[in-house]
């Protein structure tokens, strides 16, 4: 089937591309950007591994068809360090160890960031419900919700 | 995943016209069709993309309080949504139960409901709100009532070509909520979904609705429960006769994830716990 010409902004750099309309967004960050940092998970949407933030929305990136992500702002993990600083969720998961395996820790943080950026003032339980679309399999569900809570704290205080 | 052919067409005309095409299919948020097409359940040759035509998204209030959904608003708009949040409780409620907050950002109410599970989370508070379902196709328009949409599971009364342009809320209720059955707290199928909205008049129910899901071949509304409601005070004897009726119109069946008795005595259980919030919200 004919590829069609997308151009996405991935972490604010502009890609022009072709691609097959059945390639999901997922498919096209990892294989055809080379940005592996977002992982394929049950790739069924129940997972979370793969969430990325579309336009400011967080989206599990395995649902979606990269040629609808034409002209949208993509930020995955990659992009979320400016000037060789981390981001204060990323620096959250490594002072609180919320990570083991670490398969899962990209779709977390970047789900955690965009509920930080939608209301950072959401409780211990409103934060642990938002997460429910991501699953640790190593279950170290503990030290991720610490991180988020820490993460969400630091960035009210310093905004 | 197998290959297709895109469109994006700009106008509903467009639209309509490839969908009325064989082995076409329209997609929206994508959250059931992509994982279709994955698993080989879903091979359409066409895909018609709905982003890019204009108007289809979106929510207005008018000044009689009635609301206008555009199909392709995301559910996580409608569950965030003040107007929908205080005048169709039920619905926003019903919108926040369904998967994930990423899949609610992806979802679309329009979608919700085309897919015509019996088990959508936004079809009972869409049933209790009385909307009216606008259809466009080259050939026209027309308005179907939600409780006459459904045929069967999966099934419809759209024809080949026929687009879901918007859910039309008339005035509401002034109480309504829905209850979802379920094991898990979030990314979980309802075993069943209650709704009811209710208006109350000095201490008389002067109308309701209940709206049942995941209990029947299609959503149902059980208006052998609302007749008995209505003009009567809600005393809790009314509220158990009403909950027997709702009981009564459903014919759920069994399946891996619980049995057709349980299901019946649920939603006997479930009406009445749910006609209880609606009125509780009804009269405060």
Do not use: W
């Amino acid at each position: 089937m004919a590829k069609l010409p997308v151009s996405l902004t991935i972490n604010g750099d502009e890609h022009d591309l072709l691609i097959e309309p059945r390639k999901t967004l997922l498919a096209v960050l990892r294989d055809t950007i080379g940005l592996t940092g977002t992982k394929e998970g049950c790739s069924t949407g129940d997972c979370g591994a793969c969430t990325v933030i579309v336009d400011g929305k967080a989206v599990t990136s395995c649902m979606v068809l990269g040629v609808t992500a034409s002209g949208k702002e993509i930020t995955t993990i990659e992009g979320l360090a400016s000037d060789g600083e981390l981001h204060p969720v990323q620096q959250a998961f490594i002072n609180t160890g919320g990570y083991q395996c670490g398969f899962c820790t990209p779709g977390f943080i970047m789900a955690s960031k965009a509920l930080i950026d939608e209301n950072p003032d959401r409780t211990e339980e409103e934060f642990r419900h938002a997460l429910g679309g991501n699953i640790c399999r190593c279950t170290g569900y503990t030290k991720i919700l610490e991180a988020v809570l820490k993460a969400a704290e630091e960035i009210r205080t310093t905004t | 995943m197998k290959s297709f052919e895109f469109f994006e067409p700009t106008t509903l005309a467009e639209a309509s016209r490839l969908f009325a095409e064989e082995h076409a299919q329209l997609l929206a948020g994508g959250t059931d069709l992509v994982i279709g097409m994955k698993a080989l359940t879903e091979t359409p040759q066409s895909v018609i993309s709905l982003q890019k035509i204009p108007g289809l998204a979106g929510i207005t209030t008018e000044t009689d309080n009635s609301i206008s959904i555009g199909a392709t608003t995301k559910v996580r708009e409608v569950e965030l949504s003040a107007d929908i949040q205080q005048h169709h409780t039920a619905l926003a409620e019903g919108a926040a139960e369904i998967g994930s907050i990423q899949i609610r950002n992806l979802a679309t109410i329009g979608g919700n409901i085309a897919h015509a599970s019996p088990a959508a989370d936004t079809v009972a508070g869409l049933l209790v709100a009385d909307a009216q379902v606008d259809i466009a196709s080259a050939d026209g328009e027309r308005t179907v009532p939600i409780n006459e949409l459904f045929t069967g599971p999966g099934q419809t009364v759209l024809t080949p070509g026929e687009i879901i342009t918007r859910f039309r809320l008339p005035s509401p209720a002034s109480g309504s909520h829905y209850i979802k059955h379920k094991i898990r707290e979030v990314m979980d199928l309802a075993f069943i979904g209650v709704a009811a909205a209710v208006n109350l008049d000095n201490g008389t129910i002067t109308d309701a609705r209940i709206g049942l899901a995941a209990v029947a071949p299609t959503p149902i509304r059980a208006t052998e429960a609302e007749d008995l409601l209505k003009g009567n005070a809600p005393t809790p004897a009314l509220l158990e006769q009403a909950g027997e009726a709702a009981a009564a119109a459903s014919s759920p069946i069994s399946d891996l994830r619980c049995s057709a008795e349980h299901r019946r005595e649920m939603v006997d259980v479930l009406t009445r716990q749910t006609l209880q919030q609606a009125l509780e919200r009804a009269s405060g």
